[in-house]
């Protein structure tokens, strides 16, 4: 059976961004010319590069948000669980396990966009 999920068209880019666009699309067109050996993923991978210099890539204030939500979650999950079932023992080392590996890939990720 097909059922139709109805998607929001995107937000058309402001003039502002049109006009940033074609700037750079001229710059990089300029430079292409003067060195035309440049490949696409050369070009590709300047153009990411600039995005990071910029602040772009990834959002690190979003990515703390989500892994304080997501640790605070976890420790309330496992405190319902560890306090139904009381003959586990009174420290939950699964949680602090867990929450520990969440910290270290946080900050592997934030480290990593630094780079």
């Known amino acids: 059976m097909y059922i139709p999920v109805p998607t929001a068209p995107p937000a058309p880019p402001s003039a502002e961004a049109q006009e940033l666009g074609g700037h750079l699309a001229d710059v990089i067109h300029a430079y292409q010319a003067d060195h035309p050996e440049m490949s696409p993923l050369e070009v590709r991978q300047a153009v990411q590069l600039a995005q990071r210099a910029v602040g772009g890539g990834l959002n690190t204030k979003i990515l703390i948000k ?15 669980y560890f306090q139904s079932n ?15 590996l969440m910290v270290v890939v946080g900050v592997m990720a934030i480290v990593k966009n630094k780079q």
Not at 66 to 80: D, N, P, Q, R, T
Not at 86 to 100: N, Q
Request: charged share 5%; no cysteine.
């Open 66 to 80: 989500s892994i304080a939500l997501g640790l605070v979650a976890f420790m309330a999950l496992g405190l319902f």
């Open 86 to 100: 009381p003959d586990l023992g009174r420290i939950p080392w699964m949680m602090v396990t867990v929450v520990g």
